[in-house]
């Protein structure tokens, strides 16, 4: 789909009062966790609440959760982006606890079903792109390259209009991605490590390599013109997520981006830096 169309597509989703104001914002979203020690967003519109991956134990998910009003047990489905540990390895408790469904693409559904009886049970396996409703919110899917079997962003929407795009585990920015996150009101992207303080840091040399391939992280600078290319179309908030404890800074990320944004005249898209276990709001 050519990016104009996409676009074209997109705003129509937004709802218009008479007035012309857009209509009461009612989505909500954190970011629980975020990083390499584990990974989970959560969202909700009125009594639909979902996760993006579950990649901290059941109970540190739980208590996030329940520092918001809200508790494990309230959550109607857990969509995953890949299978890697760090955004899986909450699954089997939950699963054993609460049942919840968990949607995943078929190339990395062996390897999460493989992580016990109880996840294999409730883990439900969709193609590479796939479009669940979750009551009133709509959750679609877009491939984002990874060293991992498949890895999936995904684009999240309510009856009402309002619009949220996950991208994380970014090797490199493709036009799918570019393509998919077009004109979304919010979004969670990934800014992992300084390109200087990684390849200058004390990583093994096989891991600097992973970390730099078209399948590894994504660098603060091409997150920036990420976001910035976001911002030109319409993006309003920005929070930049899984971040290198190592390799990078909650400030080197934000400045990279800020200063695109700013340099470019996007000084009022609000930007902000998930934390790796305190709950940050995304919108
Ligand atoms: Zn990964
Ligand atoms: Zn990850």
Redesign the pocket.
Same mark, same amino acid.
């Given at each position: 789909m050519a990016l104009a169309d996409s676009r074209a597509k997109r705003n129509s989703f937004w709802s218009i009062c008479p007035n012309g104001q857009k209509t009461k914002d009612t989505m909500i979203a954190y970011t629980l966790f975020s990083g390499s020690t584990g990974n989970s967003i959560y969202i909700k519109n009125g009594s639909d609440e979902i996760l993006i991956d579950a990649g901290k134990s059941a109970s540190a998910i739980d208590k996030a959760l329940c520092s918001l009003g809200s508790a494990l047990k309230s959550i109607k489905a857990i969509f995953l982006t *890949?299978e &890697?540990s =760090? &955004?899986t390895g909450g699954l089997e408790i939950i699963s054993k606890k609460h049942h919840i469904p968990i949607h995943i693409t078929a190339p990395s559904y062996p390897r999460v079903a493989y992580q016990g009886s109880f996840v294999s049970q409730s883990a439900i396996s969709h193609k590479i792109h796939y479009e669940v409703k979750v009551g009133s919110l709509t959750v679609r899917s877009f491939c984002v390259p *990874? =060293?991992?079997i498949q890895?999936v962003g995904y684009i999240i929407t309510t009856d009402e209009g309002e619009s949220l795009g996950i991208a994380t =585990?970014i090797g490199h920015v493709t036009d799918e991605i570019k393509e998919s996150l077009l004109g979304v009101e919010c979004a969670i992207v990934e800014s992992n490590h300084d390109k200087f303080l990684l390849v200058a840091g004390p990583y093994p040399e096989f891991l600097k390599h992973r970390i730099l391939a078209d399948t590894g992280h994504l660098a603060n600078e091409d997150s920036a013109e990420l976001c910035l290319f976001l911002a030109k179309n319409g993006t309003k908030s920005i929070t930049l997520a899984h971040l290198s404890r190592e390799n990078n800074s909650p400030e080197l990320a934000f400045l990279a981006t800020r200063e695109a944004l700013d340099k470019n005249g996007y000084g009022e898209v609000c930007l902000s830096v998930a934390s790796p276990c305190e709950c940050v709001k995304v919108r």
């Open positions: *890949h &890697h =760090d &955004h *990874h =060293d991992s890895n =585990d």
